[in-house]
């Protein structure tokens, strides 16, 4: 069961957000709330815009960053009578902003547009260092920086591509986009390379809704349409590779999923449009994924050894380029509940088990996993 927290907002709870200490916020049509992990609010922030407030995101617990509109604006939270800076975008109003992250050292502040494209400004200044586009066909709907990678970022997007970024130069650095296939998820295919894959009617086609990663940067999961969630892994600058799917729970869209701060080694969160609300327990998924990459690096870093390892190492249903589906494998999750409407955004804590969860009603709803 949840905890429904005093209904501070007028309207719709558009975003979630945690900060290192557990310190939370929330954003709408009124602007951004503070609370603590009681469930207080501590602080209101009203931008002087008078568009809603879509993302809100944490650079450390006195640093909130938010966009309203085509701005972006960061806040200290011991004095948020004004922004401390804020950074208008050009561009169509129409094409809203549907994602904001911050870099690990807080260097960084990066958003992501319905038009495809993707902004990175500097989170001291606020001023615009590089606007990255002509990769994304269209709605761009999440963007992440990629821990441990000082200069990297990953995009999803409703054309069904997963990119990785350097931020220095503003080029892809990988980009795959999904296909489906059936039961067990997808098979990617890299466009900037000419392997072959097999293809099969899309009848639900993989649209990507949110990537999260998890703390070392070397698993990304990302969910999708189909109600599937993918994990790709990867070290340093290698390719990160497709190597599990965990499915057979959302009957439907896929829109949140998150690596659970709390237990990222083990635990992988998600939502979908069916309002349920999954607990995935990955561990052993972890350590095989880990474990067959580990053995395709001592063998050889060319494709064709990871392949072969792949092989020897399990047995598979499909093992084409670079996806690993153990046969007949399910991943061991816990439906924690069905949300009474439709979910927009997640935000789980780091120091207890618990994570807190906006909808399209104007309160914040808390729940915790630990009991």
């Not at 650095?173 to 098979?187: C, I, K, S």
Request: with cysteine; aromatic share 6%.
């Amino acid at each position: 069961m949840h905890v429904e927290w005093k209904k501070e907002h007028s309207g719709e709870v558009l975003c979630v957000a945690s900060s290192p200490s557990d310190h939370l916020a929330s954003c709408g049509d009124d602007g951004i709330v503070l609370w603590n992990i009681e469930g207080q609010s501590t602080r209101r922030i009203t931008p002087s815009c008078s568009t809603p407030v879509t993302g809100v995101c944490y650079g450390s617990d006195e640093l909130v960053y938010c966009t309203a509109g085509r701005c972006i604006m960061a806040y200290d939270t011991r004095n948020a009578a004004s922004p401390v800076w804020s950074c208008q975008l050009s561009g169509d109003d129409d094409d809203e902003l549907n994602q904001i992250a911050v870099h690990e050292r807080n260097t960084h502040v990066a958003v992501c547009d319905d038009a495809g494209e993707i902004h990175v400004v500097d989170a001291r200044s606020g001023k615009l260092m590089k606007t990255m586009r002509r990769q994304h066909e269209n709605v761009c709907t999440s963007v992440q920086f990629r821990p441990h990678r000082a200069s990297e970022l990953a995009t999803c997007g409703l054309d069904c591509k997963f990119i990785r970024w350097d931020i220095s130069t503003g080029r892809p650095l990988q980009r795959e986009v999904l296909d489906l296939l059936p039961g067990a998820g997808a098979t990617p295919q890299r466009s900037d390379a000419g392997h072959k894959s097999e293809k099969t009617p899309m009848l639900n086609p993989p649209f990507l809704h949110q990537l999260s990663f998890h703390p070392s940067g070397n698993v990304v999961a990302m969910a999708a349409e189909d109600g599937d969630i993918r994990l790709f892994s990867g070290r340093g600058k290698d390719p990160m590779q497709l190597g599990h799917c965990l499915n057979g729970v959302h009957p439907s869209s896929t829109c949140q999923v998150q690596f659970a701060r709390f237990s990222p080694d083990s635990c992988i969160l998600s939502a979908g449009n069916d309002r349920r609300l999954v607990m995935w327990n990955v561990a052993d998924v972890m350590t095989q994924m880990t474990s067959l990459k580990s053995q395709a690096m001592k063998s050889g870093s060319s494709k064709s050894r990871w392949t072969q390892v792949a092989k020897r190492g399990a047995e598979c249903d499909q093992v084409s380029d670079s996806i690993v589906v153990p046969s007949e494998q399910k991943t061991a999750h816990d439906i924690i509940a069905l949300h009474p409407t439709k979910i927009n955004w997640l935000a789980t804590c780091n120091r207890s088990q618990k994570f807190v969860v906006a909808d399209q009603t104007s309160t914040v709803k808390l729940y915790d996993v630990g009991h």
